[in-house]
């Protein structure tokens, strides 16, 4: 007896030490040193979490210090609350979890000072200029859901959407496309950043293309033959009785020199509605002209006017890709006016012109109190994500005005989206690398100010360091999305007959799903002969 | 024991044989795994496949989250160190060892003490498979967790049907959690053991677990990850352990250039026939033992008697059999193919034209594509290349990529000639179609580094470094980017940006012609040599010998000194065909070449008035003397004129 069970207790034993031995080796119990040497100058910090307005239930900011030293300590103290002393041997700062969130509720719309000391090899420390942030008084939606994929051209391979805890690290998938046959899985949207109403689209695969509608916390496919069969960017009425959603006939090619290789092109497109109790799709004049291309549907808060952004269509050839005009597409913003209560339509109404802006509009999304839509403008296109020149714009909806936010970067910023309280963007950047998108959050003032963007924490602060997918379509919601994982790959799973054509306009493409449509042809391509 | 005490030699025997052939064994299977095998080939197919590319995003602590991760981490952190070919036979043949020992713990108490050879059969099992190029470290150290497990488990000494069955119950856990769905083969040499012993709640409870366990863990335990592509495992799946593993991608079935599926079906088959093999002798040796059943303490079975000299040799010459079994069965052919591969990553272009001369069981485009590369590197594309077998597409892979081939092997040339950006785009399919892998990561790194995006760069080198063989290189690289983030005082890096495209030009649905692919680079960079060979190495193997003429004064912009022989041999060619004399602005032809098409005239016109044998025989010292022209390939080779 003894002898098995000295066994199986040293097996215990041996677990526990490699479990002890995986954990970061931080002390959080050590002092302040008393003799330093002040450097006036900031300490580097990766990532850099400086001058920033942080959200109040925000996971731990871990970061490495980017300072030569054989010791390093962190004090992290506020007006109120205990303050967090980290000692480490490493530059690694972990921060602990609880106390953090003690102190961030504690300074709720205060400062945090983040003190820097480093040991050199005499045994000497350094203490850096202190470090300065804002804890924010409003929270930001504790769960954030986005795809994470590599950078992809013809073929892909795994494409997760996962949803993200934003009071802590926990990451968990949402659904992934080695579920369904490895499909594409993208455009998931929300209404009103209500986890519990979700659209989500999938393409290619096993599966075939799958719009599923999660309504109330209650998962469907919707049926392609009463509904529609491919969907791509959409957007809920706030009534939750709606999905708009662009139809387009998108595709991809590539440049031979220009720094982002992949552009994306909408050869036609047009805008259709879903009334979701009715099961019927349908469109209406103005939101499928001929002789325009409508896409990124965005409706109001008061559900009066959905916004939209549409371009003039300057080809006739849609087989030709790219046309030769493709640089010269430019999206202006618009509006149209809907009434609810007579499901009458009026005419579209033009909000920003491309002629003035001298770009091109494109990821409409305004603020759930009303007050500021935020935009992307580039060079040409609709497809920001492969637009180095793509930047973030703000407009007031009370007075017009907009402005390029100082939030932007050289490289590609896109794929924004709001918190439900209006106080807090997130949005997709490829700064820093040029390649590779991450997610940034920044804190909206009452008055519109934007503050500095602070990158989605990571428990492992070096985890950007050799992380090589992307994140897109960053989008807040307010809980954990209901269905999901083996659930939500079940129902896509549903077999339905995809044999829905729906007719749009004489001038739109059907909406029937086909391996050739999207920016992406299906994973049965792989390895096709890069052409040229 | 009386049996013992009249034999005592036959004993001391037994106490030197087993350790002998053990230490014997494990010599020949060192030597076998270091000198034919070569585990640093094991590695590069490892890592051409993507089984274990989630295991550089994994912190320790992961592996600690899922059924078998222990293992894993164990397993991976021994296989990185295959690409020392040295370091790595001796850790598989360690391995081995540790496979047979505990084979034989688990073996013991099950009664089969007479027949200690067949402790041996696991470890050739996975030597077999190593040489089959699929890396058994995870399967071996599985089986030997399985064993020690299951050798705890039957050494327990008691009969209480309850306290046997609570601590199975116990020790289900922790053995799940160690190696996984291999848990399945636990439960069922306990259950096995149970039945040999007559103890029927504990045999039924390991049957009923080894089938439950490994069922409901990969339902509940992997349902946030992947699972069995994503589909409800059926329920046949589930019964093999070790077929897939959900969460590393681990699979033993691998469609792959360079693995035979038959082969290694054939060794799972022959895995489960010796478990089943090793059942019904189990079953049978208790039958025949119920004396030593009742005896038996606890539930060791005791010794079997010691048997003659007839019995040892017998076991010898099954262990020679199952040795030579293994060694026939291992393919040369995919060794050097592996090896053709090898070499190109690591860019050892003698070594490659040196294995591309041994039998690669079939010339296809890829090697052929690899062969020309190494040719250009070696200066020998314009002079040597008919001296390999071509095809077609030998410097285009047009067909190779239609039908879904690698692309990986086009991405690095591309990247070389100039076209960054479809190089970065190859890179990027190669990785979606087949995973993380070294090879594109350390592409991108370069491209990345080309297109002066210097983060980016590290982001990717980071990745690789997590590859033990490339850390060093990866760091190397780092640092470079430290003191020069756009190192721009590498000259290869200055070449290459001096041979990109200047004026962007998009590349979209419509498919132009193949040489165009060089043309637009020696118009971005008259000087672009590669560009220059690819493209007339194109005109050469599709036999275009207008538009290679028409190429020809592209010459002056190289370093040619004088005309390069296949050139030269096209220009005859030419000569012939338009009964023109072409200018060559001072160059001239050599007179040996003069004088070997003459004789190649004369042979073919041999050979048209010539029947029978001797048109045969003729037409066989033909392609001795010129196969290694161009001319020889233009008229007679693949898809050439018939005479």
């Not at chain 2, 076209?419 to 995973?435: F, K, L, M």
């Amino acid at each position: 007896m003894t002898g098995r069970s000295n066994q199986l207790i040293l097996v215990c034993l041996a677990w526990a030490v490699l479990a002890l031995g995986a954990l970061p080796g931080c002390d959080d119990s050590a002092g302040v040193p008393d003799e330093v040497t002040a450097i006036d100058r900031s300490p580097g910090i990766r990532p850099d979490y400086s001058g920033l307005v942080i959200p109040p239930n925000i996971a731990p900011l871990n970061f490495v210090v980017n300072e030569p030293g054989r010791r390093y300590v962190v004090r992290i103290r506020g007006e109120h609350g205990e303050p967090l002393v980290i000692g480490s041997g490493s530059p690694e700062i972990i921060i602990p979890r609880d106390r953090w969130a003690r102190l961030l509720e504690a300074n709720r719309g205060g400062r945090l000072a983040f003190d820097v000391f480093t040991e050199g090899g005499d045994g000497k420390w350094k203490q850096f200029r202190t470090v300065t942030n804002t804890v924010a008084p409003e929270a930001i939606d504790p769960y954030l859901v986005y795809r994470l994929i590599r950078p992809i051209h013809n073929s892909w391979g795994p494409i997760g959407i996962y949803q993200r805890d934003l009071t802590s690290y926990d990451e968990s998938l949402v659904v992934h496309n080695i579920q369904f046959g490895e499909g594409c899985v993208n455009c998931h949207a929300f209404n009103k950043n209500d986890p519990r109403n979700m659209i989500l689209h999938t393409r290619g695969g096993t599966a075939g293309s799958a719009t599923i509608l999660v309504r109330d916390g209650v998962g469907a496919r919707v049926n392609t033959k009463s509904a529609f069969g491919l969907t791509g960017y959409s957007s809920w009425h706030p009534n939750g009785k709606m999905i708009v959603c662009a139809v387009v006939k998108v595709r991809q090619f590539f440049h031979s020199a220009r720094e982002e290789v992949r552009d994306v092109i909408d050869m036609d497109s047009t805008l259709v509605y879903y009334d979701i109790d009715k099961d019927t799709v349908a469109t209406q004049p103005g939101l499928s002209r001929k002789d325009r291309l409508e896409s990124y549907p965005c409706w109001a808060p008061d559900g009066r006017h959905l916004y939209f952004v549409s371009a003039r269509k300057l080809w006739t050839n849609t087989d030709r890709v790219p046309p030769k005009e493709y640089k010269k597409v430019r999206y202006d913003l618009e509006r149209i006016s809907y009434d609810e209560r007579t499901g009458r339509w009026g005419e579209p109404e033009m909000v920003l012109s491309s002629e003035e802006t001298g770009l091109s509009i494109t990821q409409p999304r305004i603020s759930p109190d009303g007050r500021n839509l935020l935009f992307c403008m580039s060079e040409y296109g609709c497809f920001p994500v492969f637009q180095k020149s793509s930047d973030l714009y703000m407009m007031d909806l009370e007075s017009g005005r907009y402005r390029r936010l100082p939030i932007n970067s050289e490289e590609t910023e896109s794929w924004h989206s709001w918190s439900s309280n209006s106080r807090w963007i997130v949005f997709s950047s490829k700064r820093g690398n040029g390649l590779l998108a991450r997610v940034y959050i920044s804190h909206v003032a009452p008055g519109g100010e934007v503050g500095k963007q602070l990158v989605l924490p990571q428990k492992d602060p070096r985890f950007y360091d050799s992380f090589i997918k992307t994140y897109n379509v960053p989008e807040l919601v307010t809980g954990p999305v209901p269905i999901r994982g083996k659930a939500l790959a079940r129902l896509i799973r549903t077999p339905i007959e995809d044999a829905s054509r729906l007719p749009i306009t004489s001038a739109s493409p059907d909406t029937g799903a086909k391996a050739e449509e999207g920016a992406y042809r299906s994973g049965a391509s792989r390895g096709r002969e890069p052409e040229h | 024991m009386s049996s013992n005490e009249q034999k005592p030699p036959r004993r001391n025997v037994a106490v030197f044989f087993y350790p002998l052939v053990f230490c014997l064994l494990l010599c020949l299977i060192f030597v076998y795994v270091w000198l034919r095998i070569d585990p640093s080939l094991v590695y590069h197919q490892t890592r051409l496949l993507p089984s274990l590319i989630s295991v550089t995003d994994k912190a320790p602590a992961d592996f600690l989250t899922y059924p078998g991760g222990p293992i894993d981490y164990v397993a991976n952190a021994l296989s990185e160190r295959y690409f020392d070919s040295l370091l790595g036979a001796r850790i598989i043949a360690l391995l081995m060892a540790a496979v047979s020992l505990a084979t034989l713990a688990a073996i013991t108490p099950l009664g089969l003490r007479r027949s200690y050879i067949v402790a041996f059969g696991p470890a050739l099992l996975l030597v077999f498979l190593f040489g089959q190029y699929n890396d058994m470290t995870t399967l071996a150290l599985r089986l030997v967790g399985v064993c020690l497990a299951a050798g705890v488990y039957m050494r327990i000494p008691t009969r209480r049907l309850l306290v046997r069955t609570a601590i199975f119950l116990v020790m289900t856990p922790l053995v799940y959690m160690m190696v996984g769905e291999a848990y399945f083969l636990f439960a069922l040499i306990c259950g096995l053991f149970e039945v040999l012993n007559r103890r029927w709640l504990p045999a039924a409870v390991g049957f009923v677990l080894a089938v439950l366990v490994p069922c409901f863990g990969s339902m509940y335990l992997l349902d946030e990850t992947i699972n069995w592509l994503g589909m409800d495992p059926p329920w046949p799946a589930q019964l093999l352990p070790m077929f897939y593993h959900p969460w590393t991608h681990f699979e033993l079935f691998i469609e792959g250039e360079y693995v035979t599926t038959t082969a290694t079906a054939l060794g799972l088959a022959a895995f489960f026939v010796l478990v089943a093999a090793s059942g019904l002798s189990c079953q049978l040796a208790g039958r025949s033992q119920p004396a030593a059943r009742k005896q038996a303490a606890g539930a060791v079975l005791p010794p079997r008697p010691v048997e003659g000299w007839t019995s040892y040799a017998l076991q010898v010459v099954c262990l020679l059999a199952v040795g030579l079994l293994v060694f026939s069965l291992f393919s040369e052919v995919r060794k050097t193919r592996l090896q053709i591969d090898y070499y190109a990553e690591n860019k050892m272009w003698p070594e490659l034209l040196a294995a591309a001369r041994q039998d690669t069981g079939g010339y296809d485009a890829c090697i052929n594509y690899y062969v020309n590369q190494a040719l250009y590197h070696t200066g020998q594309l314009s002079q040597a290349m008919f001296s390999y077998p071509q095809t077609i597409e030998g410097v285009s892979l047009i067909f190779y990529l239609q039908d879904k081939g690698d692309p990986c092997p086009l991405g690095r040339p591309y990247f070389e000639m100039g076209r960054v950006n479809e190089a970065e785009r190859i890179a990027c399919e190669t990785i979606e179609s087949g995973g993380e892998r070294p090879m594109p990561i350390r592409l991108l790194a370069d491209i990345n580094i080309v297109k002066k995006r210097p983060e980016a760069a590290r982001i990717y080198l980071r990745k690789l470094r997590k590859y033990r063989k490339y850390r060093a290189q990866a760091d190397g690289l780092l640092a470079r980017l430290d003191e020069d983030p756009l190192l721009s005082s590498d000259p290869e890096v200055r070449r290459i940006r001096s041979v990109i495209f200047k004026r962007d030009f998009t590349i979209g649905g419509r498919k132009p012609l193949v040489a165009d692919r060089w043309k637009v680079l020696l118009r971005a960079n008259r000087l672009n040599r590669q560009a220059f060979e690819y493209l007339m190495a194109h005109y050469l193997l599709s036999r275009q010998v207008m538009d290679f003429v028409a190429n020809l004064h592209r010459l002056d912009d190289f370093d040619y000194d004088g005309i390069p022989r296949h050139y030269e041999e096209a220009i005859l060619v030419y000569h012939v065909m338009s009964k023109k004399r072409l200018d060559l602005g001072g160059r001239k032809i050599r007179p040996e070449t003069f004088r070997r098409f003459a004789g190649f005239a004369r042979s073919v016109r041999e050979i048209k008035a010539a029947t029978g044998d001797r048109r045969a025989q003729l037409f066989s010292t033909l392609a001795r003397q010129y196969g290694d022209t161009f001319y020889y390939y233009f008229y007679f080779g693949p898809g050439g004129v018939a005479l």
